[in-house]
């Protein structure tokens, strides 16, 4: 049974950085694609960022170049450092493995 759990959300002030986690377990998941997804109170779930198999990367827009994207994949682990936070990144993050989701992670952005 495939699980992801993402951690690492929290409140943070404007400019702050936090780190989300998403640990995955019931498979490996070196040779497949991932991503992190938000949804903010009222809206619709959006694309974040994703990782394939060859550490391609991708993000969306209004997060490039705050945020990176990087697993390990010998921990199974996917990751999201997020840099220089807007109160508009508030939203619940969560990973994606094909069909599945993780429960996902508050962040909050505020002063």
């Known amino acids: 049974q495939v699980q992801l759990v993402e951690s690492g959300g929290g409140l943070v002030q404007p400019g702050g950085s936090l780190r989300l986690s998403c640990a995955a377990s019931?498979?490996?998941?070196?040779?497949?694609?991932m991503g992190w997804f938000r949804q903010a109170p009222g809206k619709e779930r959006e694309f974040v960022a994703s990782?394939?198999?060859?550490?391609?990367?991708s993000y969306t827009n209004s997060v490039k170049g705050r945020f990176t994207i990087s697993r390990d994949n010998a921990k199974n682990i996917l990751y999201l450092q997020m840099n220089s936070l807007k109160p508009e990144d508030t939203a619940v993050y969560y990973c994606?493995?094909?069909?599945?989701w993780g429960q996902g992670t508050q962040v909050t952005v505020s002063s």
């Open positions: 994606k493995f094909q069909n599945y």
């Open positions: 019931g498979r490996s998941f070196s040779s497949y694609w």
């Open positions: 990782i394939n198999q060859f550490s391609s990367t």
